[in-house]
């Protein structure tokens, strides 16, 4: 516990200045101390300001006096600059890219990644370019062209960036050359090290320093990488198969891992293509096509698993994809640290798989495990034990849940991607208890960024200043 609580100060030292500088907050935890909040978030009373913005679903981060944010428009990747005071743009830098990677456009964006900060400088990252390291005035310092990212099944990119000990962290597990984990010094943009992941082909969360190392989550596996170096020090098994969750380091020393995708529980089996065939094979060939599958809930993953391009969903594309989702388990463990090799045995301290959550990624809170997922469910366990308080509770608002929870001011913030906002007390542990919900009215899978008693949001096209007037 000490050696955690002395990580955790070199963190504040190195991020003095920046309030929340990275994906989740503070050494990505989705917590940290701020001034009391507003009781309710109410448009009409504590709405402070709203500015338009390009679209994405990058989170804000914050450093002084100003947050920073990606966009998409016009075929341009943009960084912006907000001033806090009143949310005025301060700086725009725009690319062009030579070539835009593939992404789903109802759920995904090309501006995904959230930006990271050293409290000196931001740098910013696309699937479709690279790094870009620019000063908080907005003055280009460097960057680093990457191949343009080819996720597999053409999701889109989901990872962000991470600034550590003057090394920017970055994370590629994909089909394309780009793959790999890598490290480049956050003055200069030189790569330091680089590391193959050639093993991984998915994942869409971000890494994570704890115990002194880089974690990475994969295809059915996590792994923690020596921060200097790149080497391996560990490895767990016994994940899902399309993780897109970051792992939670917990303020206790441990650090907690949930993942879940289709196919990956027996209790939660995907449809046979028999089965689909039956549902969507209107002409009886054999296969479905994307005017079988419109009308649907399955029409807007017709392009994922229409391997050939065809124009048709075919039994070999589909019992395909549920042979890789097959591969892995839907899971929630505790790890505890020190482990070197293969630690599935020998440091996880509980495993389940109960309300493990598709997107948003576990928040560690006061002792306690919360986790949301789709539909709106969530679940509470006992982190010390993995004893579950509450499990699939509803919460009143369905829907797909992106966002990941935030612990602050004893409560937790949570969203659907219908736009709904919602508050729950986080002292309730036999079911969520509700206190407040507010729909802002546009796609919301971008996590909320919290600094001087003030809550920052930012919806597909807008980012939202609430607090007390």
Known sequence: MRQFCLLLALASTVHAASVWPQFRGPAGQSTAATEALPAELDTARNLLWQTALPGGSSSPVIVGERAFLTGFADGKLVTLGVNLADGTIAWRHEITPDKLEAYMEKLGSPAASTCTTDGERVVSYFGSYGLSCFDLDGKALWAVKLPVAQSKDGFGTGTSPIIHDGLVYLLRDEVGPGNGLYAFDAKTGAQVWKRSREEFRVSFGSPVVWDGLLVALGDTRAKGYDLKTGEERWLIRGLSAYPCTSPTPGADGNLYIATWSPGGSADEPMPTFDALLKMMDKDGDGRISRAEMAPTPFKDFFDVNDKNKDG?????????????????????????????????????LWNSDKGAPYVASPLYYDGKLFMVRDGGFATLYDATTGKILYEKQRLGVPGDYYVSPTFMDNRIYLAATSGTLLVLDAKATDKPVVLSKLDLGDYLAASPAFAGGKIYIRTKEKLFAFGTK
């Open 312 to 348: 048709y969903w075919e039994r070999s594309e589909w019992e395909g994809n549920l042979n890789w989702m097959k591969r892995g388990k839907n899971a929630v463990l505790a790890v505890k640290p020190g482990g070197r090799g293969d630690i599935t045995e020998t440091h996880v």
